[in-house]
């Protein structure tokens, strides 16, 4: 065969084209094993620099000192805890017609305005230091909605309620302010409309020893010259220019 001249002694073929040797002797494979290997070291060596250098090692990219920004952390919102027990509520129309401290002509006269609906407002809170919240009833009138009766319901041991204040008169209203009673009265003289009283007293009571006490008394006049609804509005005017 062309270019096969014979094998050497120690069994390696050496093959020959014209003059020259293309053949793949163990010097020209030792040769191109040692180029292989430096390669492969280069790119070991340029991938360990890129590392390094891409995650803030010590490399030539480093640039200024490390970040002190504080790092953001979530906290996890908060629900308010509600402690307060709601307020039981009572039937203020049964309590009413059941009490006698409640006069015959509120009681007679207590009934629904429309439907099932009774001229009652009911409020609860704490007056008394009882056991559960105090209960205020207010009673008014179907058409006008005056107030005719205030009421004050203190709860006992047994559950029960027990009538521990009663105002009644007419254009009487109470409420509960931080504790207290107050109790708001308006003043009609014989022309004043019911929408226009000529004033008021509002008076505050606080419970102590078992009872209520007057604890303080405001009186209001209302002007007389308001409140007729007659006056037109007046024209608004432009401020002055300079």
């Not at 010590?58 to 790092?71: H, L, S, W």
């Not at 504790?179 to 014989?190: A, K, N, P, S």
């Not at 008076?203 to 209520?212: A, E, K, P, Q, V």
Request: aromatic residues 6%.
């Amino acid at each position: 065969m062309r270019g096969l001249t014979g094998s050497g002694d120690d069994g390696t073929v050496t093959g020959r084209t014209g003059g020259g040797t293309t053949g793949g002797g163990p010097a020209r494979r030792l040769t191109r094993w040692a180029a292989s290997s430096a390669a492969l070291t280069g790119l070991a060596v340029f991938g360990l620099c890129a590392v390094s250098c891409s995650t803030g090692g010590t490399g030539t990219r480093d640039e200024g000192p490390a970040g002190t920004d504080p790092v953001a952390r979530v906290t996890p919102s908060t629900t308010a805890t509600v402690t307060a027990r709601p307020a039981p509520r009572v039937d203020a129309v049964a309590l009413l017609k059941a009490d006698p401290k409640v006069s015959g002509r509120v009681r007679m006269d207590l009934k629904p305005c429309t439907g099932d609906e009774y001229p009652v407002d009911t409020s609860y809170g704490k007056l008394t230091g009882g056991p559960s919240p105090d209960v205020v009833v207010n009673v008014m009138t179907c058409g006008d909605s005056i107030g005719v009766g205030t009421y004050v319901y203190r709860p006992g041991a047994d559950g029960a309620y027990h009538n521990v204040f009663a105002v009644e008169q007419p254009a009487v209203y109470g409420t509960i302010d931080r504790g207290d009673l107050v109790v708001t009265i308006q003043m009609y003289e014989q022309k004043d409309q019911v929408a226009y009283p000529s004033g008021e007293e509002v008076i505050t009571y606080h419970w102590s020893g078992g009872r209520f006490g007057e604890e303080d008394r405001v009186l209001n006049d209302f002007n007389r010259a308001v409140g007729t609804g007659d006056e037109a509005l007046p024209e608004p005017t432009e401020p002055p220019r300079n």
